[in-house]
């Protein structure tokens, strides 16, 4: 999605609000959040001081702003040194092939010390099937689970225990919670990890989760929008077609709107969404959903100021069957998407090839990859006291 001027500066207006408070995920959005207060927008108070933003900038060529939009999945401590050292990604993933010493020993400090700027530690530890380390933190119920035997706040002080334990282990940015909306069996692709069939039973439970991490300082990411709830398959195996966008915005959308000013990030899934994305364009990469999201004001929320996350583009085949990496990323950013998710590291210096060439030819416009280096900055607590 191309950025209009207006659009913009309103962005680089937002991230001034973080830059001015040391940039923390944790101060930016330290107030209480309840599910009735959450709809509106993360407050824009000022103008950034004319060198706060651009003096954050100025410190990367081209090529590195482009490597702070990718965040990839590592094997191991190696692994993800050597992307950091030769590339300075903007972040790495922690999934369930990567070595758990990475983490368990306490290697990851020299990962993050190879990094530049502060490093986003990314991993899904949403509880139940979706437990990355649960043989180093123990297990969680699933959301569903969660839901049926706790309340909300049990939740909240179960989750401060939880997020304390992976902020000790390195882990900076969890992708949790999930907040889709489904009545699926448990075993199904979203199933038992949604809280619920009922939007505002969701609602409840992922906000205690996004405060409970925020308390701890772990950054959170709300997923998968615009709702995979009621999708048709599974995206990690092939193409997902949810219902028609009017029956989004009466259910699966109602989380997003509640909890849009919540501090958390959002994750776009691989979803053909009728109404909103063009036939065999997923959710992931369109300008269409972005705008959605980014606007609100098409499902009735505030706008989203916050960074957006792409699902994983190397490893679904809702994705993979359609296109290569490289073409992928470029996809998801020129659409308006501020970080790039895959699971290896092998294509990093390929995909950034791409994407310098997509800046030089006008397709990603300069001014965007500026605001969407700031949104991830912001998030990840990078920015300077200024």
């Known amino acids: 999605m191309r950025k209009t001027p207006l659009l913009v500066l309103t962005v680089l207006a937002a991230v001034a609000t973080a830059c001015s408070n040391g940039g923390s995920t944790e101060s930016a959005s330290s107030?209480?959040?309840?599910?009735e207060a959450t709809t509106a927008a993360i407050p824009v108070t000022s103008a950034a001081p004319p060198?706060?933003?651009?003096?954050?900038?100025?410190?990367f060529t081209t090529r590195a702003k482009l490597a702070q939009l990718l965040t990839v999945g590592v094997t191991g401590t190696d692994d993800a040194t050597n992307v950091v050292r030769d590339e300075q990604i903007g972040g790495i993933f922690v999934g369930g092939w990567t070595d758990q010493a990475?983490?368990?020993?306490?290697?990851?400090?020299?990962?993050?010390?190879?990094?530049?700027?502060p490093l986003m530690v990314t991993i899904d530890e949403e509880g139940g099937?979706?437990?990355?380390?649960?043989?180093?933190?123990?297990?969680?119920?699933?959301?569903?689970?969660?839901?049926q035997?706790?309340?909300?706040?049990?939740f909240y002080d179960a989750t401060v225990t939880r997020g304390r334990a992976l902020k000790d282990l390195g882990v900076t940015v969890d992708f949790a919670p999930d907040v889709?909306?489904?009545?699926?069996?448990?075993d199904s692709v979203i199933g038992d990890r949604s809280f619920s069939d009922d939007p505002n039973v969701?609602?409840?439970?992922?906000?205690?989760?996004i405060r409970a991490m925020r308390e701890v300082g772990v950054g959170t990411v709300m997923k998968h929008f615009p709702g995979h709830g009621s999708g048709s398959g599974d995206s990690h195996t092939g193409a997902v077609r949810t219902p028609p966008l009017d029956q989004l915005r009466q259910v699966d959308l109602v989380p997003f709107r509640n909890l849009i000013g919540s501090g958390a990030a959002v994750m776009v899934g691989h979803l053909d969404v009728p109404g909103l994305t063009t036939p065999d364009v997923p959710a992931s990469i369109s300008p269409e959903a972005m705008r959605l999201l980014r606007d609100g004001s098409g499902y009735g929320a505030a706008p989203f100021q916050g960074p957006i996350f792409t699902d994983d583009l190397g490893g679904m085949a809702a994705i993979t069957s359609r296109m290569s990496i490289e073409d992928a990323v470029e996809a998801a950013l020129v659409a308006g998407a501020d970080s790039a998710l895959w699971i290896t590291t092998d294509a990093v210096p390929q995909v950034l090839d791409r994407l310098e060439q997509a800046v030089s030819s006008g397709r990603l416009p300069m001014a965007q990859v500026d605001a969407s280096v700031l949104r991830v900055a912001a998030f990840k607590g990078a920015l300077p006291r200024c």
Do not use: F, H, W
């Open 31 to 35: 107030s209480t959040t309840t599910p």
């Open 51 to 59: 060198d706060c933003n651009a003096g954050y900038l100025a410190q």
């Open 129 to 147: 099937r979706v437990s990355r380390v649960r043989d180093l933190i123990g297990a969680a119920p699933s959301a569903r689970e969660t839901a």
């Open 202 to 209: 969701v609602t409840r439970y992922a906000d205690a989760y």
């Open 102 to 117: 990475l983490l368990a020993s306490g290697q990851i400090a020299q990962v993050k010390q190879a990094a530049k700027v």
């Open 180 to 186: 889709d909306v489904s009545s699926q069996p448990d």
């Open 149 to 154: 035997t706790m309340t909300p706040e049990q």
